[in-house]
């Protein structure tokens, strides 16, 4: 289905002040509007898909906010306000006395066939929830997915609209969710009880709610499943490892707790005896992390995906995007993050000798300190000929620059990083360093964590960690707190490292 795109800009326009709204609808690409920025004391702003302007050079006035507010519906306890079935929002700025002295007028939009990239996944009848970074589109993406169940699939959904997002401001909603039932919430704090509500009172066979964000909502999240109901939702965080990693929101991948294996157990695994493992089934099967628009990275096991990943082991991850045709592209990625471009692509680095490494547009000092953490020392030469391993970002290679050319003609493995985060670094190196023995960083921190519980539990007032990264102390502060304990970082750079006590035991 080609993308067919509804904003009744009009409706938006008609509520800002004329000698506001006329410059702004003159605009060329006034198609394109994202949002209309309102600060008192200040100039207007206007942001386009691509660009920013100064609407006009004058500042906003006490009577330009007052002129707004009047024509858009009462503010709720989030500060947001909307316009009468449509599904512009208007959000608050207030000062300490709570009067309004800024309002973010974002346009709304309906777009029919934008989930056609992940339709077979929600209409296999799977629990879907969507993540992905602020503004890229994932309420959008969860209103037309609402509309495409209720319509073609004739099924029986229902939404629960905290901030009237999904289907629009006022009693009727917008046209965008088709048949789909909307259930209205009257302050935020209580979207849980109309989650409950709305599977209790209306036999939904789909559920669909934006923004699960407290652990009240993860509960009422995993009840609904449990029922036999089919969930479309979304979440706080980017990725799959941001739930891991968040223990308000884990219980939705199935919850993460520390597991002591016997000796038996932990020398058949090959790991420590206390590892980190998946509770309980997922509350979703699947999850989609929204890249880009028309870009998706799919998980559609979540419970194996979850395990690999407390494993330490390369995540395959299916990627999706639409090409210029409008046709769904699909390819693999393993690990997410780390791919090999070479004439040696297809092997690992096997010498005898420590590997020499060159950095291109890597940064250094994020390198080293993860090569601290997983007990290794690297050799980084400043010379690319003398090098046995040539490293370098994904923009860099794109880029196909000289250093680049030379190596793959001297046949030198080139390793491609996406970004330097701690997790794809980690993945780099365990595949350069495969075959040197040594200790699993997570499995070890975790063990030592475990110990340092066992201490505090048995009298000691406060034990200190080893300095780990932040992906590391994450996880040992969840199991500080699955324990009942308290824990905090200190320490600065490299030498940050948690400590685990009672309350009121910290010195």
């Not at 020398?267 to 005896?273: A, C, I, P, Y």
């Amino acid at each position: 289905m080609q993308k067919v795109i509804t904003d009744d800009l009009n409706a938006l326009l008609d509520i800002l002040p004329e000698h506001i709204r006329q410059p702004l609808n003159a605009q060329p690409d006034i198609s394109e509007l994202v949002e209309v920025i309102f600060d008192l004391g200040r100039a207007p702003e206007a942001r386009f898909f691509s660009r920013e302007i100064t609407i006009i050079p004058q500042d906003i006035s006490e009577l330009d906010l007052e002129y707004v507010i009047h024509r858009v519906s009462t503010f709720g306890e989030d500060n947001r306000a909307g316009i009468e079935r449509t599904l512009h929002r208007i959000s608050a700025i207030r000062n300490r006395k709570g009067t309004v002295i800024g309002l973010t007028c974002r346009v709304g939009r309906a777009i029919y066939g934008t989930i056609k990239i992940i339709q077979d996944l929600v209409e296999s009848g799977n629990s879907v929830l969507l993540m992905g970074r602020p503004g890229v589109g994932k309420t959008t993406m969860l209103r037309e997915i609402a509309r495409v169940l209720a319509d073609d699939i004739r099924k029986r959904v229902v939404i629960v609209d905290t901030s009237n997002e999904i289907a629009g401001d006022g009693d009727i909603p917008h046209p965008g969710i088709g048949r789909a039932r909307r259930m209205q919430v009257t302050t935020p704090s209580l979207q849980h009880a109309v989650m409950i509500e709305a599977v209790e009172n209306h036999m939904p066979q789909v559920i669909v709610i934006d923004e699960i964000g407290t652990e009240l909502e993860a509960r009422a999240a995993r009840t609904i499943a449990e029922r036999g109901v089919q969930l479309i939702g979304t979440a706080h965080g980017n990725t799959l490892e941001n739930l891991i990693v968040n223990p308000t929101l884990s219980d939705l991948i199935g919850g993460i707790q520390t597991v002591t294996l016997s000796d038996e157990e932990a020398k058949r695994r090959g790991t420590q005896k206390s590892i980190l493992e998946r509770m309980s089934p997922p509350t979703f099967s699947i999850v989609v992390e929204i890249q880009e628009r028309d870009k998706v990275a799919i998980h559609a096991d979540v419970a194996a995906a979850v395990d690999t990943i407390l494993r330490g082991q390369p995540l395959d991850t299916e990627i999706r995007w639409t090409d210029e045709n409008g046709d769904v592209q699909t390819a693999k990625e393993t690990p997410p993050g780390l791919e090999t471009k070479t004439a040696s692509k297809a092997k690992k680095v096997k010498e005898e000798k420590k590997p020499r490494l060159y950095l291109f547009g890597v940064n250094k000092g994020r390198l080293e300190q993860i090569a601290k953490e997983m007990h290794l020392v690297l050799d980084i030469v400043n010379n690319a000929n003398t090098s046995t391993i040539f490293i370098t970002s994904k923009a860099y290679y794109r880029n196909r620059t000289q250093k680049i050319l030379d190596a793959e003609a001297a046949n030198i493995p080139i390793y491609v990083l996406k970004s330097n985060t701690p997790n794809q670094i980690r993945q780099l190196l365990n595949s350069i360093y495969t075959t040197e023995p040594r200790k699993d960083p997570v499995s070890d921190a975790m063990q030592e964590a475990q110990t340092a519980i066992n201490q505090v539990m048995k009298g000691d007032p406060l034990v200190e960690l080893r300095p780990q990264g932040a992906y590391i102390r994450r996880l040992q502060h969840l199991v500080a707190e699955q324990n009942n304990l308290f824990s905090d970082s200190t320490g600065k750079e490299i030498d940050r490292h948690v400590r685990i006590y009672r309350r009121g035991m910290k010195g």
